[in-house]
């Protein structure tokens, strides 16, 4: 059902003065919108009718130096763990093979619920599914409502010749627990994943602290959204594309904006940090582009340029900003896990409980407006979708990609047509731009050798540090969807013994 936006209004004119006390965690809320592009949110182009996350912007933190990883996986994998791809190996998306997110990883739910918090998965995993353990309610959720694969039919719920849907009702639940949502087929899945968080919050406890990971399908391809959702785009946006990817992310807009109101009518919302975030920049060729904008930055998904993984994100948390401003700290996504664990959950992360992290813990200046105390991040490789390139670099406002950023934005497709016919081979050289003074990346800074000296070494004390790319588990059968009187359906193939659960 569409959501009104009246009680916006309500609430930030008087939900403030119900603050909670010090002593109580906040209830931590991530949503994570797939493919969502720079230019995509209405704060930026009034386009896109977004009046929650619009909400967010003009009461909240926007983050302007934000960054994530070129593509799906690899961003959800520090999400999860605060180490960048590198580290966990996962530097593309996951295809239906046998790996995933290693389970010697310790994840953000896990450290979460060790400081008291009830943690339910919703949307897209997209970590790994070979073998149960690899699922979510074996990673540290206690529940899980949603898809194991990467992308799927919005409605019939279908990818890889099978059905993907499914509801886990119970930490490490497995075969015997598990059970897939047939009676869903034909409902949207942005609707689907909002009712569904507003079930678990309605069941919730407020008394105890709420971590919900809100993965959302939308925005990703393929394109497909109910007709009511695009009619108020039909005579303000001619391109058909880019019209019905208004619609879906309208759809994502209204459901974030319905899981806010229960919030807000469960008196957990004052108490609450919102984080929004994308997973990557969004596709505009390749990598299935759908219609996305990251306008005026270049290039889009799966690339290493600003447009592949420069990310928009808001905070949204009464509690502790209760001013708006556009925050000019840098953050990667590696530094979500310490920021909300030690930060916002005041919850000491012990020496040995995960493995070294990459990220930093900027809670303190996120929510004070303050420099933050990232001076540099390694973008890594780009996706090996359009062909690995770089490693890039960002050091202060400083960024060098070696060779090239990948993808269109590096040429148009035509060109690349023509620069295979031809054989012609990539400039690998290093380039370097000033970030400050040409955020889009236009203008290559010649003469400055000793500051491309200087970048170069740290880029290969990253690299002196990596694993390799994952690989899958040769021992396994190749994946094949499993069979049903309901239909062929996707899950483990590659369990070697009775899970226990």
Known sequence: AMFCSGWLVWFTRFALVFLPSEAAKPHIIFHVIDDFGWDDPGFRNQQISTPTLN????????L??????????????????????????????????????????????????TAGYKCHAVGKWHLGFFQTEYTPTFRGF??????????EDYFKHVTSGGFDLHRESQPRCGPGCTQ??????????????ADEALRIIDRHNASEPLFLYQAWQGVHAPRQVPEYYV????????????????????AVDEGIGNITKALEEKKMLANSVVIVTTDNGGPIVDCAGIGASNRPLRGGKCSLWEGGTRGTSLLFAPRYAQQNFAWQGLMHGADWLPTLVEGAAEQRILPGATK???????WKQLIGNLPSPRRELYYGLSDSSVGHHGPALRSGHWKLIVGTGGGSGDHPPWWRNFSKLLN????????????????????????????VSSMLSTIHAYQASSVPQRQGDPSCPSFAPHKSFEGPWLGPWCDVAEVVV
Not at 72 to 87: D, E, N, Q, V, Y
């Open 55 to 62: 909400m967010f912007h003009e009461k909240g933190i926007t």
């Open 64 to 113: 302007n130096q934000y960054y994530v990883q070129p593509s799906c996986s690899p961003s959800r994998a520090t999400f999860m763990s605060g180490r960048m791809p590198l580290h966990t190996g996962i530097n593309d998306w996951i295809p239906n093979k046998a790996y995933g997110l290693p389970l010697g990883e310790t994840t953000l739910p896990q450290l979460l619920s």
């Open 142 to 151: 206690d529940s899980f409502y949603g898809y194991y694969e990467g992308s």
């Open 180 to 193: 897939l949502a047939w009676q869903d087929v034909n409902q949207y899945s942005t609707n689907l994943f």
């Open 231 to 250: 009619e108020p785009y039909l005579h303000r946006i001619n391109d058909t594309a880019r019209r019905a990817f208004a619609g879906m992310v309208t």
């Open 356 to 362: 070294p992290l990459d990220g930093m813990n900027v």
């Open 424 to 451: 012609l081979t990539d400039d690998h050289r290093p380039r370097l731009f000033n970030l400050q003074e040409d955020p889009e990346e236009r203008c290559e800074v010649i003469g400055q050798d000793e500051r």
